[in-house]
C-alpha cells in the first residue's frame, strides 16, 4: 500500500489519505502488508527528508514485505513534475541516499519501476544491493536484471474487493 509521496509541484510529502484505512483493513484480515513511498526529491537534502518521513511513519509495523520507492514519471501528462527532468546519475544517487539511510535502520528496501524504467532511467548497478520489483504487464517478465517481484498485471480480481487491482508475483 502506498505510505505517502512528495507532491510533484509543491514538493510537500504527505500521507496518502487511504494508508491508515488500509493499514488497519490488513491488520483486522491478518493480510500480510508492506509499503512503497513515492519519491519526488531534487537534492540530496530532500532525499534525506524523505527517508526519514518513511521511516518515522513506518516505526512499530509488522511489515512482511520490503519498502519500495516507486520510481517513475511524477507528473504523466505534462513530464514536468520536479523529478521528472532528473538525469540518471541524479536520480540513482537520490534513491540511493533514501534506500541507505533505510537499511541502515535495518529495514529491507528496493526500488519498483517498469522495465523500461529500470533499463533506461536507473544505474541499476550502483542499486545492486536492493530488492528490485519490476512492473511489466504481460505473460512473462522480460527485465534481464536481478529482481524479486513482478507486477503482471493492473487487471487483477481479488475476492472482497470491487474493481481491478494490481498483482505481482514473488520471484
Known amino acids: 500500500m502506498r505510505l505517502g509521496y512528495r507532491s510533484y509541484g509543491s514538493g510537500q510529502i504527505m ?4 494508508f491508515k484505512e488500509f493499514l ?3 491488520k483486522s484480515h491478518n493480510i500480510p502488508y508492506g509499503i512503497y513511498f513515492f519519491p519526488t ?3 540530496d537534502k530532500e532525499a534525506e527528508e524523505e527517508a526519514e518521513f518513511i ?3 513506518v516505526q512499530g509495523l509488522n511489515l512482511s514485505y520490503p519498502i519500495y520507492l516507486d520510481s517513475e514519471i511524477a507528473d504523466v501528462k505534462t513530464k514536468n513534475g520536479r523529478s521528472d527532468k532528473l538525469d ?3 536520480r540513482t544517487k537520490l534513491l540511493k541516499i533514501i534506500l541507505d539511510k533505510l537499511k541502515a535502520r535495518g529495514y529491507d528496501c528496493g526500488v ?3 522495465t523500461s524504467w529500470l533499463n533506461n532511467r536507473l544505474i541499476m548497478s550502483q542499486l545492486s544491493n536492493y530488492k528490485v520489483w519490476v512492473a511489466q504487464y504481460n505473460t512473462s517478465c522480460t527485465y534481464g536484471g536481478k529482481y524479486d517481484m513482478w507486477q503482471y498485471s493492473s487487471r487483477g480480481q481479488i475476492d ?3 474493481g481491478n487491482c494490481d498483482v505481482s508475483k514473488l520471484k
Request: charged share 25%.
Open 15 to 18: 500521507t496518502d489519505k487511504k
Open 24 to 26: 488497519n483493513q490488513a
Open 41 to 43: 526529491s531534487v537534492t
Open 55 to 57: 521511516i518515522k511513519s
Open 88 to 90: 540518471k546519475a541524479t
Open 112 to 114: 519498483y519501476a517498469s
Open 160 to 162: 472482497g474487493v470491487s
